[in-house]
């Protein structure tokens, strides 16, 4: 099955069945994302924002997000957050081609990304983020930059 994964500027509909899913997994972030989603505190729409859902064959199965770092005072660090995929999609690359896109997406705007997981270090290490010890971040990945003047 192809995977296709769109960014979105709304919440779909079908977002309930996996939080819900989520939330019975121990995912707490599930519905503070959900909650700060619809008081308007993130809703993913500042400069290099972005947030994707991937969906198999018209199913949605698993989204993540990008932000401006709110833990750092510099505009070039963007924050990987909110990443989650349903249990019966994992180990089919959703996890990591949402990764890869929001990687890519990052370049234009972000010079360095960061992220906190308690269970998913493997995960970003396979994917090129190294493990840090920082204030609000367990990874970080350094971004290439563009040499040209």
């Known amino acids: 099955m192809n995977l296709e994964i769109l ?3 709304s919440l779909p509909a079908d977002l309930s069945r996996l939080v819900e899913v989520g939330t019975r997994e121990g995912y707490a972030f599930l519905s503070r994302f959900v909650s700060e989603w619809e008081t308007g505190q993130n809703q993913f729409d500042e400069p290099g924002e972005v947030l994707l859902f991937a969906y198999r064959a018209g199913t949605l199965v698993g989204f993540g997000g990008l932000n401006r770092d709110p833990y750092q005072s510099h505009a070039s660090v963007g924050r990987v957050r909110h990443v989650y995929v349903e249990p019966k999609a994992r180990g089919e690359d959703v996890g ?6 929001l990687v890519r997406r990052a370049h234009s705007t972000f010079q360095k990304l960061r992220l906190t997981t308690d269970h998913a270090g493997r995960f970003y ?25």
Not at 96 to 101: M, Q, W, Y
């Open 7 to 9: 960014e979105q500027r």
């Open 96 to 101: 990591s081609a949402l990764v890869r896109e």
């Open 125 to 149: 290490e396979r994917l090129g983020f190294e493990t840090v010890s920082e204030h609000k971040a367990t990874h970080v990945l350094e971004l290439a930059t563009d040499a040209t003047p």
